[in-house]
Structure formats: C-alpha cells, structure tokens
C-alpha cells in the first residue's frame, strides 16, 4: 500500500496551491483575482442590482433514455445519451483509434476529450493503453476563447452550499447553451450580498467553471465581469439549466436566495466588433491530429465486434495478434516516443470510406441505459486512485460544479512517483473530465509474456463500479445477448446492469472504462476515497 498514499495527499496537496494561485492576467490587473480566502476592499463593491425584472425560470425535465433502439429518440447519441451537434454523424460507424499512454512523453493525449467510449487497460510490463471509440463528432483542435483574468486552475473545494455553474460561448447567439458550445475560461466572477456588499471572487477555469461557497437562507447576485471583446448574450431565453441569466448591460444575475445547492447562475458571451482571434499558446501546438496512435491488441477483437461496422486504427501490431484482429488502417509507426499521430482530415476520409463500404450493413450502438437523475444505493465517493504500477498512477476526482470526474495523471518519474498532475485534452487545452468512471473486472488469458487477452468477448460477464455524480455504485457487466442479438446474430456494446439485471443507469456524457483482473484490488481506502490496484495474471511481463 506505501504505492498508493502518494496519489492521494499530492493531488490534494497541488489542488490546495492550484486552487489559490489564480490571479489577473497582465490584460487585466484591475480585474478581480481568485483566492479561497479573498482580502476584499469592501469600499470598491459596486452595490447596483440588476436593473431586469426577476422572471421565474423552468427548469429542464429529467432526460431518460434507452436502453433499446426505440428508446432513443432521433438524434440523441446512444453512447452518451446527448444530443447529437450534428445528427448525420450518428450515420457514420464508430471509429476506434488505439492511444499510447508510454512512454509519458505520449502526454497529454490529443482526442480523448471527444470519444464517448474510452477503455483503459494493461498491456504488460505495467503499461496501459487505451482505446477511444469516436462516435457522433469528429475531434478538432481549438485555441479557445478566454477571459482577460487568470483562468482558475485545479479542482473547486467545496465547504458548503454551492453557487455557481459556467460562463460560455453563445456561437449562434440564440441565449441556449446547445451541445457544442464550450465554456469560457479566465472570465472575473464576483459574488455579492444582500445589501450589495462584494463578499468573495473568483476566474473560470478552461472549461468554462466557476463557484462559490455560500451559506444556506442567504441571498446572492452573481457579477459576470465582460471582457471589452465580448458581449453578453440574450438572457432567460429557455429553461434555467441551459440559458444565460446575466443582464447585458451588467453582468449581474438576478438575486438568489440559496437554500441548497444552485449550480444554474450562468453567461453566455459571443465574441463583438473588438474582438481578435486568440493566438496559440507557445508551449501547446493544436494541430489537427489525434493520438499518438500504438500497436493493436488482443482486446480490440471484441471491442470492434460490439461497435458494429466500426472502423479499428492502430500501428501494427506481433504477428500473433495481427493475425486475429481486424483492422481499418495502420498509422506508420516509424518515430520513437509515443507513436505516430493520425491527421483529423485522413480519419474522416477513412470514416466515410468505411461508411460507403458499410452501407448496406445497418448498425445499433444502444445498449445501455442514461437517466439525469442519480439512482438510489449509492456510496459516497470523491476520489478514485488507480495504480497499475508504481510508474503508471492517474486518478479521478469529483468535482461538483462539472459534476464529473476530473482526470489527473503522473509523469512516470522513478524519482517522484505517485505525483498526479490534472489532465488535458493536447488538441483544445481544456482540463478532462468525464461523466462515468466503470471499473470492469474481466478474466484474463496470458497467451505470451507481453500479449494478454481480456475476455469481453460474447457471452461473459463479471463484476463492475460504476461512478456517477459522487457516488459509487457495485454493478455488473456482460456480452450476453438478448432478443436483438438472437435475432439479428449482431453484437451490442459491453452493457451494465444492475444485480437484478435491471440496467444501470449511466450519467447522460461520456464513459471511461477501466479493465482490470478480478483478482485485483478494489478498496475504499478512506471516506469516499476508492484505490484500483491492477493484480497481473501469473506470466503476464511485470
């Protein structure tokens, strides 16, 4: 266990100095700064209310879909439970790109940010790899839109009732924060009282989140700061979880009173006459590639035939798997490092390829059950530390204003091991984070030192975590098919049941899998805070 109590206490220890070393930007050095413990001149506060009249909001109703065909309605992606952006991709097979996580210098990954499917699992020597399944959208690079303060950095520490959500880009400018519109980071938030009176500040972070911990029976104005580039966007113009709330001509939303927790106080903003394009960061390229792209593996035999007609990338492989698994394309694999990236423009033609050569061959991707609304029978869950060796930690942490898990990750230094840093998506910046963490755990066969098959394959089932919204919740998983695949003699993606075999129900958004054996260790190691700690089969290479 000594492995294991480093991922915990320095991601808490780099959240504590992240969290408070947010500042103005030089653009903005009379802009608010973003201290857990603000020094406020009170005497600055700007007491003005929002002038518009309180307008009672609706909120959105529960979204439940799935987990059959005719349970999902047209244009709502049966891998997420989302709309789809653009709903003629759904016509489009998966597309499964095998992504290296060594050496670290594959770091940060470009392309994950926008797989709806991401599977995680060892390939030997205390290596893992993953495999994305894209389905629904293409991946794009992005330079994004910031505010002009310090983009807030690391995780939101809540101690209380929370006040917050999101400010974001409006791109049609129709007041409703559609499916592919991201948030703005770097925008100044300030929080104000009853009596007008400043009381805490704070930045956005790059996706656009901010928050504030406030106290239950007391009142609240929330203060957009608008840089002079962007403008406000037209406010109350849907329900309360998907409109803007600031008025354009302050800034300020309207004043709640909290009694529980209110994550719904947001700004949409679009860029006006005085805004430039955002220049790219020196130290991050955004090119048009995901990856980089590795060798295939036994695994990816199972998980292409529950992706009907999709479309498996990988570089190469040993001539013990190539022989077994199929394959799409090969990306060269002729650098050293992490592997060779895959052009964004050479994976949509390779898609639209497969698509034409697929036509006539109709595929189903639903197979699992999206409710927004969290499940009874929950545990409390906060932290998940995942250890496949003691050079290959990452961990997931909830943040309660994504309410998602934001991921995190080592550098494989033998010198420092165990000191997780927050992830990023390489092609937009953007801190990760997804909706669902599954631990599958799944027999293995070792068929060499260096290739093991994991058995997904049809017909098998076995135990699984699924993590949602806090809360961890002991579940199932299984290839077993049912009436669709009795009578169609196709494959559905892996499904998660209850112990009932009633479904589990996913968070609407995106799913990371963790595949380990069952003989590996699955712990609470302390309130809320759960340790994975992949066991290696006997003749798997160590």
């Keep these: 266990m000594r492995h294991t109590q480093p991922i915990l ?12 070393a947010c500042a103005p930007s ?13 020094q406020i001149d009170s005497s600055t506060a700007t007491p003005t209310l929002p002038v518009f009249t309180p307008t009672p909001q609706p909120t959105s109703t529960s979204a439940v879909y799935g987990p059959d065909q005719t349970e999902f309605p047209a244009g709502i992606n049966p891998l997420t439970g989302q709309p789809a952006a653009d709903p003629s991709l759904l016509k489009i097979p998966a597309m499964l790109i095998s992504i290296s996580h060594f050496p670290a210098t594959a770091r940060p990954q470009a392309g994950l940010s926008f797989a709806p499917f991401v599977f995680e699992f060892s390939i030997t020597g205390g290596e893992s790899r993953f495999l994305a399944a894209f389905y629904g959208k293409f991946p794009a690079p992005e330079v994004p839109i910031t505010g002009d303060c310090e983009i807030r950095k690391g995780l939101f520490k809540q101690t209380g009732i929370i006040l917050g959500n999101q400010a974001w880009l409006d791109k049609n400018k129709n007041g409703i924060q559609d499916v592919d519109e991201p948030g703005i980071g770097g925008i100044c938030v300030n929080l104000y009282d009853a009596a007008g009176k400043l009381v805490d500040k704070t930045t956005t972070d790059s996706n656009g989140y901010y928050g504030f911990n406030a106290q239950a029976g007391q009142s609240y104005t929330v203060e957009f700061v608008r840089p002079a580039y962007l403008n406000f966007t037209q406010p ?5 979880n998907h409109d803007s709330d600031a008025d354009p001509s302050s800034g300020k939303t309207q004043t709640v009173s909290v009694e529980k927790d209110y994550l719904s106080a947001d700004a949409g903003l ?6 430039a394009a955002p220049t790219p960061d020196p130290k991050r390229d955004p090119k048009p590639q995901v990856g980089p792209v590795r060798s295939g593996r036994l695994l990816y035999l199972y998980i292409q035939r529950f992706f009907q007609n999709s479309c498996l990338i990988y570089a190469f492989a040993s001539e013990e798997v190539l022989a077994k698994i199929p394959q799409c394309a090969f990306v060269a694999h002729e650098e050293s490092g992490g592997g060779a990236m895959l052009e964004i423009e050479r994976m949509k033609a390779i898609a639209e390829d497969n698509m034409r050569k697929t036509a006539d061959k109709p595929f189903n991707y639903t197979s699992n059950l999206f409710s927004d609304e969290t499940p009874a029978g929950g545990l409390p869950a906060s932290q998940i530390n995942v250890f496949f060796a003691s050079l290959n930690q990452s961990g997931w942490t909830y943040d309660p204003l994504y309410q998602a898990w934001l991921r995190s990750v080592d550098n494989a230094d033998k010198n420092n091991p165990g000191v997780l840093h927050l992830d990023t998506d ?7 984070y997804f909706e669902n963490i599954i631990v599958v755990m799944a027999d293995t066969e070792v068929v060499s030192p260096t290739n093991i098959d994991i058995k997904l394959d049809p017909g098998n089932q076995g135990y699984a975590f699924l993590f949602r919204n806090g809360q961890m ?3 199932r998983w299984n290839t077993r098919g049912g009436e669709y695949e009795q009578k169609t ?6 499904k998660f049941v209850n112990a009932d075999g009633s479904p589990a129900a996913l968070k609407p958004g995106r799913t990371w899998v963790i595949i380990v054996t069952p003989f590996s260790i699955f712990q609470e190691q302390q309130s809320g805070a759960y340790l994975v700690r992949y066991a290696a089969p006997e003749g798997e290479a160590r």
Excluded: M
Excluded at 9 to 20: D, E, H, K, R, S
Excluded at 26 to 38: C, E, F, G, I, R
């Design 473 to 475: 919740f002991k579940i």
């Design 26 to 38: 030089a653009q903005a050095q009379q802009s608010p700064t973003n201290n857990s413990d603000p």
């Design 489 to 494: 003699g196709f494959q559905r993606p892996i």
């Design 270 to 275: 679009f860029p006006n006459e005085a805004f």
């Design 426 to 432: 390489r092609l937009t910046g953007r801190q990760l």
């Design 236 to 240: 109350n113009a849907g329900d309360e």
């Design 9 to 20: 206490w320095a991601l808490i220890a780099g959240t504590a100095f992240l969290f408070n």
